[in-house]
Nanobody
C-alpha cells in the first residue's frame, strides 16, 4: 500500500495563492497517475487535476489557467500551485496516487478562501 501525505493547506484571502504538496512512499517513476480531488459538504469529491508518469497533465475547467500541477521525482512529491484563489475553491483537497492500478488517497488538507 502506498502512503500518501498531503500538506500545505490553510486560510488565504481571495486572489491569493497556496501550494499543496503530496508526498508518496514509492518512487514517482513507478506511479501511474497522481492528482487531486476536492470535496465540500455540498458536493461529492470532484476532480481538480492530475499528472501522469509521462508528464501529461489535465485540469478541471474551473481551475484551468489558475492551478498548476507538477512533480519532483527527486523528492517523490507532487505539487499543486493554486493562484487567483476564489471563494469557490474552499474545500478539503485530497491527493490520490494510482499505483499498479490501485487508488490510494491521502487524509485531505483543508483550503479555505476568505473574502
Amino acid at each position: 500500500q502506498v502512503q500518501v501525505v498531503e500538506s500545505g493547506g490553510g486560510l488565504v484571502q481571495a486572489g491569493g495563492s497556496l501550494r499543496l504538496s503530496c508526498a508518496a512512499s514509492v518512487p514517482i517513476a513507478s506511479i501511474d497517475i497522481m492528482g487531486w480531488h476536492r470535496q465540500t459538504p455540498e458536493i461529492q469529491r470532484d476532480f481538480v487535476a492530475h499528472i501522469m508518469s509521462n508528464g501529461e497533465t489535465d485540469y478541471a475547467d474551473s481551475v484551468k489557467g489558475r492551478f498548476t500541477i507538477s512533480m519532483d521525482s527527486t523528492k517523490n512529491t507532487m505539487y499543486l500551485q493554486m493562484n487567483s484563489l476564489q471563494l469557490e475553491d474552499t474545500a478539503v483537497y485530497y491527493c490520490f496516487i494510482v499505483f499498479r492500478g490501485n487508488f490510494n488517497w491521502g487524509q485531505g488538507t483543508q483550503v479555505t478562501v476568505s473574502s
